[in-house]
């Protein structure tokens, strides 16, 4: 199954905003609002940060924000941080699998 | 607090098996569907499995499906995963998850991944 579509790398300097987008069809992102998100800082497991589209587990800063226009689901992080260097990677619910799609992962650099 | 705990990975040579474990602790494990995530070395994510409550019915992706057997057992807190007939690109670092949402597609907890290696 084929994973969905996210920019190999976005950069941004501190206290910058940066905009992460994660693109799919009509049959997972662009069909439900069943989209998240997750941080991996090298050598560590993924985190959540984002369900269900814009919904934020408790504990994650509210610099994280999510959405979600058509096909295209986005995670931004506003007042970039030195911290928030990690990878992030996106993942839908797929209507015609039993298994959710990841993301092909964005590596996120603190200039 | 949620833990989750994995163990069992290794070295194996292609074409043999490995048994994936997976301690939960901090949380009613029988209330929730679990996975198997993995990610194999500088790539990606790939949803592995994953099961229902009870262990009656589970799901796998089509890389793994007639190798890799997942099961759980609720009265010991525990997941696992028997992976067999091992190949190069099973290479990776295995996580058990804790599966949530209304159409059960995102982990709110992961453990800290055990890596299998598949070399002759």
């Known amino acids: 199954q084929s994973a969905l579509t996210q920019p190999a790398s976005v950069s941004g300097s501190p206290g910058q905003s940066i905009t992460i987008s994660c693109t799919g069809t009509?049959?997972?992102?662009?069909?439900?609002?069943?989209v998240s998100w997750y941080q991996q800082h090298p050598g560590k497991a993924p985190k959540l940060m984002i369900y269900d589209v814009s919904n934020r587990p408790s504990g994650v800063s509210n610099r994280f924000s999510g959405s979600k226009s058509g096909n295209t689901a986005s995670l931004t992080i506003s007042g970039l941080q030195a911290e928030d260097e990690a990878d992030y990677y996106c993942?839908?619910?797929?209507?015609?699998?039993?298994?959710?799609?990841f993301g092909t992962g964005t590596k996120v650099t603190v200039l | 607090q949620v833990q989750l705990v994995e163990s069992g990975g290794g070295l194996v040579k292609p074409g043999g098996s490995l048994r994936l474990s997976c301690a939960a602790s901090?949380?009613?494990?029988?209330?929730?569907?679990m996975s198997w995530i993995r990610q194999a070395p500088g790539k990606g994510l790939e949803w592995v499995s994953y099961i229902t409550i009870s262990g009656n019915t589970i799901y796998y992706a089509d890389s793994v499906k007639g190798r890799f057997t997942m099961s759980r057992d609720n009265a010991k807190n525990s997941l696992y995963l028997q992976i067999s007939s091992l190949r190069a690109e099973d290479t990776a670092v295995y996580y058990c998850?804790?599966?949530?949402?209304?159409?059960?597609?995102?982990?709110?907890?992961w453990g800290q991944g055990t890596l299998v290696t598949v070399s002759a």
């Open positions: 901090g949380f009613s494990f029988s209330d929730y569907y």
């Open positions: 009509s049959s997972d992102v662009g069909g439900y609002n069943y």
């Open positions: 993942s839908s619910y797929r209507s015609s699998s039993t298994l959710g799609v």
């Open positions: 998850a804790r599966v949530r949402g209304l159409r059960l597609y995102y982990f709110d907890y």
